[in-house]
């Protein structure tokens, strides 16, 4: 494979030079360019370098897929080459940018905005959450849950899942146009203890009720206030003014009107997820398993976090992320057997390539280097994902944590449930390497895709 600054180099040349990059960002397997002409990016020779797993045109962002780990290493390199910071828009395209958005739909915006606030969290999550899984397994092995080895690690492990509120509501006030920092208070006006203290008509505040989804709701409030006041306030008294009054305004209205609405619709997705798995058994597995795979392709799967969260605040366990995890093993499976039906040598490459982090519960590699390009394994990786969630499902196979799905999530399921996580598991690989074997696929005649 090229090194990271000579694909780089040969990245920035195929859409079109300095000129045409916007921004650059990434995510964990995806470079992400804005660019301000589409008209100059050359995607055949894109796709034909090596190193490149596939691409994902936007209305006005490139993403290229490189695999978790390399995909940094290359984000570094155009971030050299460009003279551009990662998710820094240069100043002379801000003009172009906005007419863009202007053209984005609500909900596209909407999706966009959930994605920048959950996935730079998602190396802090996936870590802790290891961390938390490998010291339960220690623990069922013989070691002493009193012992300060085992204090130390729930800290590291636990940590992030006491404070994430705090995470989530920095990032969506940036996200928002507001100040970081008051962000992270709108994380503080959820979590708070000391809110137990309080009464609002008979009854008492519950800290962390609303969980994600009401410090969304503040932050987004926060944000917005914020920006209101600004605008009446004068520029000596602002940075004493604007947040006294911005603070107290949202913390009034969170605790009378947010927080419960929070609540209630935190409430009202933890009982359909729940009535739905209980109610619909194999059959919810085998429909949410097999749609999941478009919605990572989509991007959507972003927006669950506070799902598979408050599920855990609330149920103590989250039995909808082993039958998700599904969609990525059938995925796998699906490859496999495309890997050994296939006479296309790239197509190989491409598959070894991304193989391994699929086994890990990173899809998107095989997703766009290799399913979805060739049209019907894509739609077999969903029916062996199907079966997958099926047996997750009837096997009532929870999670204690979130994390990454595949082998790793092992780590993190439920006392008691690793074997039969393990057979569903096995079952998604089974059913998407035959089904896909069974049905066949185009086989490329060229190098390429």
């Known amino acids: 494979m090229k090194n990271a600054k000579e694909l780089a180099r040969q990245i920035i040349i195929a859409v079109g030079g300095n000129d045409n990059i916007g921004a650059v960002a990434h995510c964990m397997t995806r470079l992400r360019l804005t660019i301000n002409d589409n008209q100059q990016v050359n995607q055949s020779t894109l796709k034909s370098l090596e190193g490149v797993l596939g691409i994902i045109d936007g209305e006005n962002q490139l993403q290229i897929v490189l695999g978790p780990g390399f995909v940094n290493k290359v984000a570094t390199e155009v971030n050299i080459l460009t003279g551009t910071a990662l998710d820094e828009v240069k100043e002379e395209k ?28 998602i190396p802090a999550i996936v870590g802790s959450g290891m961390i938390a899984g490998l010291t339960n397994i220690a623990i069922q092995n ?7 080895l085992v204090t130390i690690l729930n800290v590291m492990g636990w940590g992030i899942f006491s404070y994430l509120g705090i995470f989530v509501g920095i990032n969506a006030a940036k996200e928002f146009g507001g100040t970081p920092a008051l962000g992270g208070l709108a994380g503080v006006l959820i979590l708070n203890p000391a809110i137990a203290t309080i009464q609002i008509n008979q009854t008492t505040l519950v800290p962390g009720r609303g969980g994600l989804i009401g410090i969304l709701l503040v932050a987004f409030f926060m944000s917005i206030t914020e920006k209101r006041i600004r605008k009446f306030v004068p520029n000596a008294v602002d940075i004493i003014v604007t947040p006294t009054i911005t603070l107290l305004l949202t913390g009034f209205v969170t605790y009378y009107l947010l927080q419960p609405i929070g609540g209630f619709l935190s409430d009202q997705i933890v009982t ?16 949410l398993a097999g749609a999941f795979l478009p919605i990572v392709m989509t991007g959507l799967h972003q927006g669950l ?23 990525g093993a059938g995925q796998v499976g699906a490859a496999m057997a495309v890997y050994l039906k296939t006479n296309n040598r790239k197509l190989k490459e491409i ?16 997703i766009f280097g290799v399913t979805l390009p060739l049209g019907r394994p894509f739609i077999t990786a969903c029916i062996g994902s199907a079966f997958g969630g099926a047996v997750q499902a009837n096997l009532h196979v929870s999670s204690v944590a979130i994390g990454v799905s595949g082998l790793p999530l092992t780590f993190l399921i439920k006392p008691g449930s690793v074997f039969y996580y393990l057979i569903g598991l096995f079952t998604a690989y089974a059913a998407g390497f035959f089904v896909t074997w069974l049905i066949g696929f185009d086989d490329p005649v060229n190098e390429g895709l």
């Open 94 to 121: 801000d003009l172009k940018a906005a007419i863009r958005e202007k053209n984005r739909t609500p909900f596209k915006l909407f999706l966009r905005k959930l994605a920048n606030i959950f996935v730079p969290l």
């Open 351 to 366: 598959i070894k390539g991304a193989l391994p982090v699929g086994f890990l519960g990173i899809g998107e590699p095989l």
């Open 272 to 287: 359909f997820f729940k009535t739905a798995l209980q109610s619909g058994g194999v059959i919810a597995g085998f429909i």
């Open 142 to 148: 013989g070691l002493d849950p009193k012992s300060s």
């Open 305 to 327: 976090v506070p799902i598979h969260m408050e599920l855990l605040n609330t149920l103590k366990e989250n039995p909808l992320l082993p039958i998700l995890a599904m969609a």
